[in-house]
């Protein structure tokens, strides 16, 4: 099990354009700036550090800790993260503290720290167990025991966007940036190090980012941006937007259930000594860190920022939730295309129907009907005369006690009533939304011109029920999904075609208006309810519709 932890992973439901690309030859500045960093996709560079002064003057192992406490001096304090969760860090301000320390207090604990591995590796060796250590292997149990930990993380090597002075700027003496950043500005360099084994809670940053691994290792866990559904980020209007809701350690799906399925859409890279790792802004990372592992990192604006003109922001907004409401309008309308007939069995016949929701169709059969109203229904297939029989099932155990005047009388302020319940409710996942439609269910995967050839059939057969289908029954993902199939419809058909089924299908109504209504106001709740689930599935923010 430990095993599998520790080895790189690729999640299933990862597009393989989203994948991590790996070079064990660093490439050149200009093909970094035209091939890798426009795709906004991470990148591993293997051993890319290989031959960096800080790489051999700074590794624990080899007197390194010394080294760092003799040139950084032993009067410089330094900003450290103090964590009241163990070895986790949290990006809530309530879980940790920020607290000035000495560098020397720091680097002295560090080397009691490597003593008790050191003697635990030397007691394994005399009991002869004839282990080898490994990277993993070097994590001290004992340091799990304090509840509160210490982390040096993000203290200031090089910082152009603050004029506070930087406490380790000495240390950049030592450091070499890679060839493939040559001519980057950057906005800081920083320096992160951990005493014992630690963890980082799942964040993104507003940086393009070169994640550097001087000492030790780390194992990152990495999520596209388009994986923010379930990883529940923190409201945007939050002092910790930029980190995830859900505990790394102890997740709870049961209030944060899309979360469940997150290691299927992540990635895990395993960066060692002299390795680096490419994060794009906005990507999501989770950070685990071995005992003493010391990395650096290079920030520097992305052109996604630089290139955004300040005062095109309105429209960038609206233009970007657009899309993603589309998007997700699109998932729902698309999801659960399945056959009637897988859903209910093969249909047979009319003839065969029992109970009361089969009673519409013995009228049909027993009544003095047309030949042409008879004929309308025996040209169904099977699969859509099944459609037909589930959605006047719903409309007849729903409505039969209703008289059939007031139906349509009632329908605008059914309509009303109906948009007042739902603007209450947000949804949990996309699909709910399709799945508390029985409606929407039900004409999905019907073909757009058998779903004309029903509706063409209920009018000229039960022209109450399609009445009641659509003013009374219908929801707004149905509304939804009818309108689209309306749409197909339209593309394989003539103006001449299209002007008559509209004709014909209005002509169901006691007034044509309140079903044109019924259809666009449903639409726009559909809509609504879209883009309440887009607001918390990315920016955890949840609104009311506006009356």
């Not at 309008?329 to 698309?334: E, G, L, R, S, V």
Request: charged share 25%; proline share 5%; net charge negative.
């Amino acid at each position: 099990m430990q095993a599998e932890k520790d080895a790189e992973f690729v999640g299933a439901a990862l597009d393989a354009g989203l994948r991590a690309a790996r070079f064990s030859l660093p490439p050149s500045s200009e093909e970094f700036a035209a091939s890798i960093e426009p795709k906004n996709v991470p990148a591993v560079f293997r051993g890319v550090l290989k031959g960096s002064a800080a790489l051999s003057r700074w590794d624990p192992l080899y007197g390194g800790l010394d080294y760092l406490l003799e040139k950084v001096g032993p009067d410089v304090a330094v900003e450290a993260m103090m964590s009241n969760t163990g070895h986790v860090f949290y990006g809530d301000l309530r879980s940790h503290e920020r607290v000035s320390i000495p560098f020397s207090t720091f680097m002295q604990s560090c080397k009691s720290h490597l003593g008790h591995l050191n003697a635990a590796s030397d007691s394994s060796k005399d009991k002869g167990t004839g282990k080898e250590s490994t990277c993993s292997d070097k994590m001290c149990p004992a340091s799990s025991e304090n509840s509160e930990q210490l982390y040096l993380a993000q203290v200031s090597i090089l910082n152009t966007e603050s004029k506070d002075r930087c406490s380790l700027q000495v240390l950049k003496e030592d450091i070499q940036e890679p060839i493939f950043l040559k001519g980057k500005s950057f906005s800081s360099i920083n320096f992160w190090m951990s005493r014992a084994h630690m963890r980082s809670s799942t964040h993104y940053d507003p940086h393009h980012n070169l994640l550097c691994v001087m000492a030790g290792c780390k194992k990152v866990t990495l999520w596209s941006p388009s994986a923010s559904p379930f990883l529940y980020p923190m409201p945007v209007y939050g002092e910790a937007s930029n980190h995830s809701c859900v505990s790394i350690e102890e997740p709870d799906y049961s209030s944060y259930t899309r979360a469940k399925y997150m290691k299927e859409y992540s990635e895990r890279v395993i960066l060692n000594c002299g390795d680096a790792l490419f994060i794009p802004e906005g990507w999501y990372h989770q950070v685990d860190s071995d005992d003493l592992t010391i990395a650096i990192n290079f920030w520097w604006k992305s052109r996604i920022m630089t290139e955004m003109l300040e005062h095109m922001d309105g429209y960038y907004l609206r233009r970007i939730m657009r899309r993603l409401v589309d998007t997700e309008m699109n998932k729902i309308t698309q999801m659960g295309s399945f056959s009637h007939s897988e859903r209910n069995g093969d249909f047979q016949s009319t003839d065969g129907l029992s109970g009361a929701g089969s009673q519409p169709f013995n009228k049909v059969t027993n009544s003095d009907t047309s030949d042409k109203k008879g004929a309308a229904l025996q040209s169904l297939k099977p699969c859509t005369l099944q459609a037909l029989y589930e959605l006047m099932s719903l409309v007849h155990n729903s409505v039969e006690a209703v008289d059939q005047n007031d139906r349509a009388e009632s329908a605008s302020q059914d309509t009303s009533v109906c948009q007042s319940n739902e603007r209450k409710k947000t949804a949990a996942d996309d699909s709910s939304l399709l799945e508390k439609d029985p409606v929407a269910k039900i004409i999905l995967p019907v073909e757009p011109l058998e779903l004309r050839s029903m509706l063409l059939a209920m009018v000229h057969t039960f022209p109450r029920t399609l009445e009641g289908l659509v003013l009374n029954i219908l929801g707004p993902t149905g509304a939804e999904i009818l309108t689209r199939k309306f749409d197909e419809m339209d593309q394989g058909s003539t103006p001449e075609e299209q002007a008559e089924f509209y004709k014909i299908f209005y002509s169901a109504f006691g007034d044509q208006y309140a079903a044109m209504d019924a259809l666009l106001n449903r639409k726009e709740l559909f809509s609504f309810q879209v883009f309440q689930s887009v607001l918390d599935q990315y920016l955890r923010v949840c609104v009311e519709r506006p009356s």
